[in-house]
């Protein structure tokens, strides 16, 4: 795989459609800094509302913005990277294969790369569990860095699953369906929204929740053994990033306890003249 400098091309017509996305989810992002301006990295981040994923724009564009020159991409399910158009869209944008070597050759080679070890188990969890980091036990992210001796920065989102209300990963519809053998996916989510009432799968109308990111400090694991084989070891880096971003998100959440009346608040006081006072009220 060969990369470039700057990936997306700043005139990337994927840009300021993205951006105006993130916009609806008014967002707020803290800690950038942590992200290497340059050299290689990995950003974990935690995944949620199924397909709407604003956090995965907000924290992408956010390491673009950091990165003006050392590349930044992203991963996504084979399903989006195969489909017509849009996959072409994406691998132009960024976005790699949710593969190990993919990742990898893209960090020997400079990038930042930003990971969802949750993938889809995390992304349609229960609306319930919307305050809980679930990486699903999934540790290659940790294996890949001690293997090569890059940073792992935090990336915690809370607000984005405020947004679509999840009633099931619809786990066994999935095993029926035997979407394990053709997709990959162990899930097949089942949702409460506009305008399909109770539905599987199809996109419902997300809420405008307000969506806070957070960047924090990079993992130190230099002080460990360093050993990718060891499961010991990888266990116990797995944990620690579980633990930190769990702590991340308790505190925004906290900090953030509505998501969604803090998103229409924010829309409101953003409208013209005197409809902006109604935010007073909210």
Known sequence: MNTVR???DPDHPLLPVARAYVNYFTPTVTGSHNVPETGPALVIGNHSSIYWAPE??????SMLDRRPVDPSFGVAHDILLRTPFLGDSLRSFGVLP???EAATTAVKDGGAVLVYPGGDWEACRPWSDRGRIDLAG???FVRLALELGIPVVPAVATGGHDSIFIVSRGERTARLLR???LLRAKVFPYTVGVPFGVAPVVPQVPLPATVNLSFLPPLDWSTRPGDPENPAEVDACYRETVDTMQAELDRLRAET???VATGIKRHVEGLPGPLSALAKVL
């Open 257 to 259: 306890p509505n998501p």
């Open 138 to 140: 999934r540790k290659g």
């Open 98 to 100: 949710a593969s190990r």
């Open 179 to 181: 979407l394990d053998k």
């Open 56 to 61: 995965i724009w907000l924290t992408y564009l």
């Open 6 to 8: 700057q990936i997306p």
